[in-house]
């Protein structure tokens, strides 16, 4: 055990201790907060009138009170109290609300009911921002009229769709164009991990520096500290971009307190889109660990078969693949509509680790279902580890330069047969 | 105390290793001799653990070798084995640890031999800036960081020039002295012939010699018989017993099957002229060694 953790610490710390570790994440940082808060930074650099949107207002009086100037009073509140919008009169006929949500020229409708003294209102609009913004100079516009009183609210949400119910279109789009983005670093890290393992351990193969350390340590110790000292890694430069994604939002705040904007972040986006953002973070994280474990012990095995560093280089080519393949799974399904493939990857181990959180977000799968494939992954994990550890056992001392296939019959015959 | 005891290894139809058995006292330099592929290194392997033998059993102070006791045991393997990416320092601060030795001990003794081979400007520098003879240093102070009671050294003196060789040697009497167990393969039998007591000689897994040296060169009872004189080669030749004549720059060389001929030949000689050498001696290691292996190597 305590060379294991020796093992463990020595090949974090040769991966930490680096200048190019150090400066890497500088840059990742300083990249991290300013593409999170590139809206934020934008919005101060460009010209507030080029912001100014047009907001079209049907207000329906349907109280005790009909001679009263609902309408213009409220628009022209709504356009002294809020610079940024340009409030107008629309000439609507409510008839219905499905009728309302199915046209696109009318932006709010807002609906009196009852007696005016404390009226019920109806707020419709699909746009969110406005929605927020809406019931406080309606309020002051019934101050004038009433001297005290609240009125009841009801703010009215266009219809959800049955199959999704947690996600709009909008949201949905927004995912599409987003999902490269969220399923890049998670990317990046395992390609690091696996490259970090797969040079480490042919490095020490391919110098025969590997007969000195297995004299010392068992095959399978050396395996698994390789795996610990990786996925540990993994889990620091997490935390680390972790960190850096904290102290943009900590900026992004910073930018609206200032009021300088609206404080507008990539992950206030992410948090007001999807209603399921911390569950699929969770998800995101446990597939991410059992996932890289998976590739690792595979990047691990490879190396171990190898016997220079070419060998490595071309025998981890699938590998690298596969991980692709995966990464550009996240980016073309959604926008392919292809859910039914989507289905099907998310369970598939290897795919699943970025497939199964992007397929529970835009809600292909449930929460059961992802909880699923993640009991697949750990499944596929743990029998891996079992054909893998012996051969790695055998392999990490042979230099036999056969062809790629031969090499593996060969081990696996010496690992599992005995002599 | 160190037991091989009838070790065979196989690999399917291939036997690397043949019923091999031999013992190493403390205080005792083994030499384990051999031709390229003859089984030394698997046999290395063997004593480290790090190969079953298919059958037989290597014995360490009486308990089988392995990762509970393997901290005790130091091993150079035969060509350069070391991490060229990092420091000397670093590099045996790895190892070091590796047979779970206080970082402490492992800077107090890497002084120490660092001082001994002469190299101490090397202590912070890349093991790839050093030269290759540099790197054997440090490969061979690697393997008795631990000060290991049995060291095992596979081909310790290649690339070695002879001053480093001669250092390399006293380092590994220091070791003997203080009663360590030393087994070591070489290619260049002066050495084994210099300070090892008993050897093995492999060829194709197999003991074709072993025993004590002294005793080996006297039961191999080939001679050689140097001569100064005016003879006459043929006539040399055409004598009873003798198997081979060369005529060197300042002397004759003849080879004789045994001790039963010395006396024709010198009667001889005696009857030439100019006499001034007739020696007889016997046969080198690296004489037996030829003789053995190539005569196995013709049966084969």
Avoid at chain 2, 187 to 192: C, N
Wanted: hydrophobic letters at 45%; proline letters at 3%.
């Amino acid at each position: 055990m305590k060379k294991f953790k020796f093992l463990v610490s020595f090949g974090l710390k040769k991966r930490i201790k680096k200048k190019s570790f150090v400066i890497s994440n500088l840059i990742i940082g300083i990249l991290i907060i300013a593409i999170i808060n590139i809206p934020s930074i934008i919005s101060i650099f460009s010209d507030d009138t080029d912001e100014i949107q047009n907001v079209n207002v049907t207000v329906v009086n349907n109280t005790n009170d009909t001679s009263y100037p609902l309408e213009s009073n409220i628009v022209q509140t709504l356009n002294q109290t809020y610079e940024q919008y340009t409030f107008d009169t629309y000439d609507y006929t409510y008839t219905d609300e499905d009728s309302f949500w199915e046209q696109e020229e009318l932006d709010v409708l807002i609906v009196f009911n009852g007696d005016l003294k404390q009226p019920n209102v109806e707020i419709f609009t699909p746009d969110e921002d406005v929605r927020s913004i809406l019931t406080s100079p309606i309020q002051l516009v019934l101050y004038d009229y009433q001297d005290i009183g609240y009125a009841n609210y009801d703010i009215k949400t266009p219809p959800t769709n049955g199959e999704d119910p947690g996600l709009t279109e909008e949201d949905r789009m927004f995912l599409d164009g987003i999902g490269s983005l969220l399923f890049l670093p998670v990317f990046f890290l395992v390609i690091m991990a696996t490259q970090f393992l797969g040079v480490d351990i042919i490095e020490e193969k391919s110098s025969k520096a590997i007969e000195t350390i297995i004299a010392s340590v068992p095959a399978k110790t050396h395996f698994l500290s390789k795996i610990a000292a990786s996925i540990s890694f993994l889990i620091i430069q997490s935390l680390i971009l972790i960190g850096f994604g904290i102290i943009a939002v900590l900026v992004s705040n910073l930018f609206k307190s200032s009021g300088a904007s609206e404080g507008i972040s990539l992950f206030s986006e992410f948090a007001r889109r999807l209603p399921n953002w911390g569950a699929f973070l969770t998800f995101t994280l446990l597939f991410m660990i059992f996932g890289t474990l998976l590739f690792l012990i595979l990047a691990a095995f490879l190396a171990s078969i190898a016997t220079t560093q070419e060998d490595y280089q071309q025998f981890q080519a699938p590998l690298i693949f596969l991980l692709l393949g995966s990464y550009y799974l996240t980016i073309f399904l959604p926008i392919l509509n292809a859910d039914v493939v989507l289905n099907v990857f998310a369970y598939i181990p290897f795919f699943s680790m970025m497939v199964a959180p992007l397929a529970y977000i835009t809600g292909n799968i449930s929460l059961l279902g992802i909880i699923i494939s993640l009991f697949l992954t750990i499944g596929t994990l743990v029998f891996v580890l079992y054909i893998i550890a012996p051969i790695y056992r055998v392999a990490i001392l042979s230099y036999d330069h056969t062809k790629f296939f031969k090499r593996i019959k060969f081990y696996m015959k010496k690992a599992f047969t005995k002599r | 105390m160190l037991k091989v005891n009838n070790v065979v290894l196989k690999y399917d139809d291939f036997v690397a290793v043949n019923d091999l058995s031999f013992t190493i006292k403390p205080g005792e330099i083994f030499g384990l001799l051999g031709t390229n592929g003859a089984g030394k290194t698997t046999t290395f392997r063997v004593i480290m653990g790090l190969l079953d033998p298919s059958e037989g059993e290597v014995l360490y102070f009486g308990d089988k070798v392995g990762y509970h006791n393997v901290d005790e045991i130091g091993y150079m393997i035969e060509e350069r084995s070391l991490l060229t990416k990092i420091t000397v320092k670093e590099l045996l601060l790895y190892f070091g640890q590796l047979k779970s030795m206080d970082k402490e001990l492992i800077i107090k003794r890497l002084d120490y031999w660092l001082d001994y081979f002469d190299i101490t400007e090397y202590k912070d520098k890349k093991i790839k800036e050093l030269s290759k003879g540099n790197q054997q240093k440090i490969q061979f102070i690697s393997a008795i960081i631990n000060d290991p009671k049995l060291l095992v050294l596979d081909e310790p003196f290649s690339g070695l020039d002879p001053i480093n060789t001669d250092l390399f040697v006293k380092a590994v009497r220091k070791f003997q002295d203080e009663g360590k167990m030393i087994v070591f393969s070489s290619h260049q039998l002066d050495h084994v012939e210099s300070f090892c007591e008993r050897i093995v000689v492999l060829e194709k897994g197999e003991a074709i010699i072993q025993g004590d040296i002294k005793q080996v060169k006297k039961d191999f009872e080939k001679l050689t018989i140097n001569i100064k004189a005016d003879v006459e080669i043929d006539k040399l030749e055409s004598l009873p017993g003798v198997y081979k004549v060369t005529n060197n720059s300042d002397k004759i060389s003849v080879k004789i099957e045994s001790d039963n001929y010395v006396k024709g030949i010198f009667d001889y000689v005696k009857s030439c002229e100019n006499v001034t050498l007739f020696d007889v001696e016997q046969a080198s290691l690296s004489e037996i060694f030829v003789d053995k292996v190539g005569g196995k190597r013709e049966k084969i």
